[in-house]
């Protein structure tokens, strides 16, 4: 599967930004999709994920309640809503997929990668 991501950019604190990752391929459906973030300097790590089958979402507490996973499996897309951003969510954002219904919080879990889209928030 090949992925997509789109929907980064400059916001103010406080503000809200929607990531989309758009996947190719006829099985998405199939795929359990999760987001990560990269901030300078800093080791890759996990934000939210999406199961394959039911939908179940998972979060890491930083973004607990601000942040919303969702997918369309018709479109072929995964969603980040992101509200009350605040500076330290300033990162590259990826997309990645795994193909099963496990929810994994390791990048190793994930053995497809989109390119990366840039959130930057300032004060």
């Known amino acids: 599967v090949q992925l997509q991501a789109s929907g980064g950019g400059l916001v103010q604190a406080g503000g809200s930004l929607r990531l989309s990752c758009a996947a190719s391929g006829r099985t998405f459906s199939s795929y359990t999709m999760g987001w990560f973030r990269q901030a300078p300097g800093k080791e890759r790590e996990f934000v939210a994920a999406?199961?394959?089958?039911?939908?179940?979402?998972y979060y890491t507490d930083a973004v607990k309640g601000r942040f919303t996973i969702s997918r369309d499996n018709a479109k072929n897309t995964v969603y980040l809503r992101m509200n009350s951003l605040q500076p330290e969510d300033t990162a590259v954002y990826y997309c990645?997929?795994?193909?099963?219904?496990?929810?994994?919080?390791?990048?190793?879990?994930?053995?497809?990668w989109g390119q990366g889209t840039q959130v930057t928030v300032s004060s």
């Open positions: 999406i199961s394959s089958s039911i939908g179940s979402t």
């Open positions: 990645a997929a795994r193909p099963d219904a496990d929810i994994w919080s390791g990048t190793s879990a994930y053995p497809y």
